[in-house]
């Protein structure tokens, strides 16, 4: 079931369309009591579970500060006891990525930065770390928002600064670090950052950050997703042939032929808005490598499914990630394409991750939700 809404409180002067205007991809902001009474529910004991799992992305990283300088230790999970108990002693963080993906719970505070599309989402990263834990100064290409869940930490932020990194560590961490800001954050405040400023923070006590972080795909990134999306099912073998040539008058001429066919050799490949808006609803909605979804070890039958979910509901799996656009839906890396009727349902069910009991649904609907069901992408409730 959705948890609680939670109501982001800004300063006065900014909401939501100011903050687009004036800060996102420009300038630091911090917001203190963004969240009043907001209650941290992962206890230490719940992320050092999470941490143990080999389907959840975790690290520890230690800070060793030595006379000649500090030193930085990173154990890549899952994390054993023996890992984890070294967040009794200070300087340690111990990071969970993809804590929504595992936790319903979570939702609630990614939904209250909902005014962020979901195609910019990444995922919510939580740091617990003790006391002088923090993993060093560095820069990161994302926005972030910093929301302190429970305990204090110390940011300190820099516009401009030195890029050189430190030699022969294990994280990219600035060597020369100098800061312009610091902001000391306690629980229900936050700070986001836009990408490139360079930041550090460290626990004053045993405390613990939720990272609302986005991705930004990069050219490079986005053209091998789209060559090997276009690559599948690709008719290699195919070759030029010309039967119908004809004389022309310049031997040297590139014919316009020549360029249609080779145009039409490589088919899928040659750009396609049409097919690259289906490949860009697919690569974005593609889990990450380690998330697992778990099917129905008893999938009732379609018209059972179609009966129950006109009487109960259905919600997005914890780790399903759900866009739409025009009359297509994505859904960890699949897309169907819907007619208008069933499409209005299937945008409600990703905007809201649930579908409330209805009289009833369109036929397309059932057929492409019972499939996804079937996969574990979705449950009855
Ligand atoms: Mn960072």
Redesign the pocket.
């Known amino acids: 079931m959705t948890a609680t809404a939670l109501e982001l409180h800004w300063p006065r002067g900014l909401d939501a369309a100011r903050f687009l205007q004036r800060h996102w991809q420009k300038e630091p902001l911090l917001v203190r009591g963004a969240f009043p009474g907001f209650r941290d529910g992962l206890p230490r004991s719940r992320l050092a579970a999470l941490a143990g799992r080999d389907d959840v992305e975790s690290r520890l990283v230690s800070h060793v500060r030595r006379r000649d300088g500090d030193r930085y230790r990173v154990d890549h999970g899952p994390l054993g006891q023996r890992s984890l108990a070294r967040l009794d002693r200070p300087d340690a963080t111990l990071l969970v990525q993809g804590v929504n993906l595992h936790v319903p719970k979570v939702q609630p505070v990614l939904d209250a930065f909902g005014f962020i599309p979901l195609a910019r989402r990444d995922d919510l990263m939580v740091s617990d770390a003790s006391p002088g834990g923090g ?1 060093g100064p ?1 820069v ?1 290409a994302y926005d ?1 928002f910093l929301l302190q869940a429970r305990g204090r930490r110390l940011w300190r932020i820099a516009r401009n600064f030195d890029d050189t990194l430190l030699e022969d560590a294990p994280l990219k961490l600035l060597a020369a670090f100098e800061a312009e800001d610091e902001f000391l954050l306690e629980p229900g405040d936050f700070l986001y950052l836009p990408p490139g400023v360079a ?1 550090d923070g460290v626990a004053l006590d045993a405390c613990a950050t939720w ?1 609302i972080g986005f991705r930004a795909p990069s050219a490079g990134e986005l053209l091998q997703g789209w060559l090997s999306f276009v690559e599948d099912g690709f008719e290699r073998d195919e070759r030029y042939a010309d039967p119908d040539l004809q004389a022309q008058r310049s031997g040297a001429w590139l014919s316009d032929q020549f360029v249609e066919r080779a145009r039409g050799l490589l088919g899928r490949a040659a750009f396609d808005r049409r097919l690259f808006e289906r490949f860009l609803g697919e690569y974005l909605t593609e889990p990450k490598p380690h998330v697992r979804f778990h099917a129905p070890a008893r999938p009732v039958s379609i018209g059972t499914f179609g009966m129950r979910m006109q009487r109960q509901g259905i919600a997005l799996a914890t780790a399903t990630a759900m866009l739409h656009r025009a009359d297509q839906v994505f859904m960890n890396g699949e897309s169907r394409r819907l007619p208008a009727e069933a499409m209005r349902a299937a945008v409600t069910l990703a905007d809201r991750r649930a579908l409330e009991p209805a009289s009833r649904h369109d036929a397309a609907l059932v057929d492409a939700l019972y499939d996804w069901y079937c996969s574990g992408y979705l449950c009855l409730r």
């Open positions: 993993v560095h990161d972030v930041h990272s």
